[in-house]
């Protein structure tokens, strides 16, 4: 299994513009999460996903932020409009059976808002 | 998150000792999760822990939960360089699947 897959590793953008991150979580994994990691906050549950279903998205910080799951292998988040702020290392990863195997997380997109 | 108290908060070593990092939570918890991070990396899943008491171990790391789920801690045994990086203990208070994680420890292990 290739894993939990995101793209881009990088990105670097403008203030203002929109980004859009991806994720493929691994096959027969039936939760996805999607977090961020800072060095001043460390690493924070953004939203997550059950059977494609967004449960929990307390942790998205504004209405700027978005994210959808169209379909088992697919989620995206996107950022619109990105500010500097924003700038971060941005985690996904997918577990099944709640986690009792661990959740499994994938390389990151380390975004850049200039 | 401030829900889980890592420390120390940075170690060095030198190759060959043993040590110990420690995680935790003023609340009872449903699962403790110990990952590890090299820097540029994502997190790779190292151990779960669910019953109070519970201590699992993976070659040279044995992690440990309290009896009352609300401490664990991570030992390495004769550390070696390829034990170096961030080490993340992570915390699911419901059972719903809402991970959350402590600000970490960086491990430096010198040859």
């Known amino acids: 299994d290739a894993g939990v897959i995101q793209s881009p590793r990088h990105e670097v953008t403008e203030m203002g513009q929109e980004v859009t991150l991806r994720c493929k979580p691994i096959?027969?994994?039936?939760?996805l999460f999607w977090y961020r990691q800072t060095m001043m906050r460390g690493l924070e549950l953004l939203i997550y996903?059950?059977?494609?279903?967004?449960?929990?998205d307390s942790g998205m910080p504004e209405d700027r932020f978005s994210a959808k799951m169209p379909n088992a292998s697919f989620s995206t988040l996107k950022i619109q409009p990105s500010e500097p702020r924003d700038s971060a290392v941005y985690f996904c990863a997918s577990t099944q059976d709640q986690g009792h195997y661990g959740y499994t997380f994938g390389s990151g997109t380390r975004l850049t808002v200039v | 998150s401030q829900e889980l108290e890592q420390s120390p908060q940075s170690l060095i070593v030198q190759e060959g000792k043993n040590l110990t990092i420690n995680c935790t939570s003023s609340k009872t918890l449903y699962g403790l999760y110990w990952y590890k991070q090299k820097y540029g990396e994502g997190l790779i899943f190292l151990m779960m822990l669910q019953k109070g008491g519970e201590e699992k171990s993976h070659e040279k790391i044995t992690a440990k939960l309290d009896e009352k789920k609300q401490q664990s801690s991570l030992h390495i045994t004769a550390s070696q360089p390829s034990h170096a990086g961030i080490y993340l203990c992570g915390a699911d208070r419901t059972g719903a699947n809402n991970l959350f994680f402590g600000t970490g420890t960086r491990l430096t292990v010198i040859p």
């Open positions: 996903f059950n059977n494609n279903v967004p449960i929990d």
């Open positions: 096959s027969g994994h039936n939760s």
